[in-house]
């Protein structure tokens, strides 16, 4: 099958079709990475654009409120999809790439970026642009499986889509102990990469319920005394490995120091945006809110309802 005909065939099964990348690979005998290079191209040679018009009176409001309840420089919020948990996802994900592509198309740097499925859903819904001179550098380490929503992958998408450069973190997303995690982190590769990271002049980040319920707890990160731990210490949420009390200070837990990641300052330090999607993340979102690192905040409507009127 020739080129050009392979990468039609990949991007109308993944845009059209509805497949995940994966599954398309299986279709068509492809590795999920080929198929990554391939939906790459498409959008490179202009055969895939998708944008979506969000804004409308109601969320343009409603994004002004979040912004100056929470102290934010900027809210942006996608109309309410419906109640299916992944059409949520896809519609702050399709929100926060149209900011993406405004934020980083042209402009050289370094963008730090997290994981978790809406950040999965943005990269997917990027229609991508070229920039050589960006750099792209997961904010903590890896997961111990595959996946769209893991911070290697995320951060490859991303950097693919826009022609430039990824730069993982070579390091566990959790060690066992916070004395390994000082050891892995003294280790070069490690440092470089962290160094790198701080000099993010724009993070991108989701945030987790850190409970039974999180990607952390399905993907094995967790495990029942770690999560016995956290709900003891009154962790509502997490982010970039990072665990938080509802008022937005750090929970009292080892988990804290035992994630290989950037920390609080390098937050403060970088222009921040958190990705949110579904009321299931309502106390997590507030929790990171308060912590006060945030500097825009991309919602569904419905959230961005709760969020308003639980701060009311």
């Known amino acids: 099958m020739a080129g050009e005909e392979t990468r039609v065939r990949v991007a109308w099964l993944y845009h059209v079709g509805g497949l995940s990348q994966d599954e398309v690979g299986k279709r068509l005998g492809l590795s999920r990475f080929k198929v990554l290079r391939l939906l790459s191209e498409a959008r490179e040679a202009g055969?895939?654009?998708?944008?979506?018009d969000h804004e409308n009176a109601t969320t343009l409001a409603l994004a002004e409120e979040l912004r100056e309840?929470?102290?934010?420089?900027?809210?942006?919020?996608?109309?309410?999809?419906?109640?299916?948990p992944a059409a949520v996802r896809r519609a702050v994900g399709t929100v926060a790439a149209r900011w993406l592509?405004?934020?980083?198309?042209?402009?050289?740097?370094?963008?730090?970026?997290?994981?978790?499925?809406?950040?999965?859903a943005m990269a997917d819904a990027w229609p991508g642009g070229r920039n050589p001179d960006l750099r792209v550098v997961s904010l903590m380490g890896a997961m111990v499986r595959t996946g769209d929503d893991g911070p290697i992958d995320v951060c490859a998408r991303i950097a693919a889509s826009?022609?430039?450069q990824a730069l993982f973190l070579p390091a566990p997303f959790l060690a066992d102990t916070p004395e390994d995690a000082a050891r892995i982190q003294s280790q070069r590769l490690v440092r470089e990469a962290l160094d790198v990271a701080r000099t993010a002049s724009r993070m991108v980040i989701s945030v987790g319920e850190g409970g039974p319920g999180s990607l952390l707890s399905m993907s094995g990160v967790l495990d029942d005394g770690d999560l016995a731990r956290l709900a003891a210490a009154g962790a509502v949420a997490d982010t970039t490995g990072k665990f938080f009390r509802e008022d937005g200070t750090l929970a009292p837990v080892d988990l804290n120091e035992r994630a290989p990641s950037i920390g609080l300052d390098d937050l403060r330090r970088s222009e921040v945006t958190m990705l949110a999607a579904g009321t299931a993340k309502r106390r997590a979102t507030r929790a990171v809110l308060r912590a006060g690192f945030v500097d825009r905040l991309i919602a569904d409507e419905t959230l961005a309802t709760a969020l308003m009127e639980d701060d009311a």
């Not at 309840?69 to 309410?80: E, I, M, N, T, W």
Request: proline share 4%.
């Open 47 to 52: 055969l895939v654009r998708v944008t979506l």
């Open 69 to 84: 309840r929470f102290g934010l420089s900027d809210a942006l919020v996608a109309p309410d999809p419906g109640s299916d």
């Open 101 to 120: 592509d405004d934020a980083i198309v042209g402009e050289a740097g370094v963008l730090g970026v997290g994981w978790g499925r809406t950040l999965a």
């Open 162 to 164: 826009a022609g430039g």
